[in-house]
């Protein structure tokens, strides 16, 4: 079996996958947006103490296990420098004391494995990653053969609703909050300009978007939240499918797939699911459970990169907080 560990933001998580089956034996997650939720975002000093905390209850409960352990594994990169340190020091620990070795698993990838705990993998794939730190388009062909082709300039899709949530204080994380009160707006009362929308650039930007968005909740009031929450949804999402749409043309999909804690937006997976039709694409989707961030998909990873021994060394695996894709 293979323990693995994320900690790259504000979710304390453990798993342990069976190497041979993928099965999944153990998964816990302790989510700290409770505790963020007053600050409307993330503070980076606080996850980790809360991780320092976390991490050690849940490792707690593994023990039964440690004598079928074959690795560790753990996020290294990318996340915030100051919590992929609670997970990576507490991975040396286990790996030294245990003598088994550790695998440094790359966060992003994570995502797209998410698609595949306890399944088999499908590959080639064209996979759309939106989350609060990235918004870009991969093809991906297996592990190692992962080609970014597409990304945003600024902002990215998950943090755009982050932000537009704390313009209306309606908390972290804010993602949930836009969804539900998007569900009862009309999507066409604010004429939001979609991004990008006459270059011919494949890429994304939300930074306008958003300013435009903080103009409209100047003027509001509380009773306009709900028409605003739908506007921005429907052209957050719409700056995706055209851009997506422009790069069918030269690329069509036969599997496509969205990962990253945004991908959980119904209305979002709804509008890709249009977008496919015309193609005959397939699209696949993690479980809800898994789309945010989760120890189950790094370990799903490791088990791939066990079985290719892709092994760090305990003394020169290092945290690399701004590493893409």
Known sequence: MILSIESSCDDSAIAITEIKTKKLIFHKKISQEIEHSVYGGVVPELAARLHAEALPKILEQC????????????????????????????????????????????????????LFIEKETQFPLTVLLVSGGHTQVMEVKSLTEIKTVAKSMDDSFGESFDKVAKMMNLGYPGGPAIQELAKDGDRLKYNFTVPLHQSPLIAFSYSGLKNAVRLAVLDAKEEDYKDISASFEHIATKHLTMKLKKYFKTNPPKKFAIVGGASANLYLRGEIEKLLQPFGAELLLSELQYCSDNSAMIGRVAVEMYEKEMFSSVDELDISPKSSL
Do not use: C, Q, R, W
């Open 63 to 114: 023990k039964p296990y440690f004598d079928k352990l074959k690795a560790v594994a753990v996020t290294s990169t990318p996340g915030l420098a100051v919590t992929l340190i609670e997970g990576v020091t507490m991975a040396k620990a286990i790996a030294i004391s245990l003598n088994i070795p550790i695998i440094g698993v790359n966060h992003l990838i994570g995502h797209i494995y998410s």
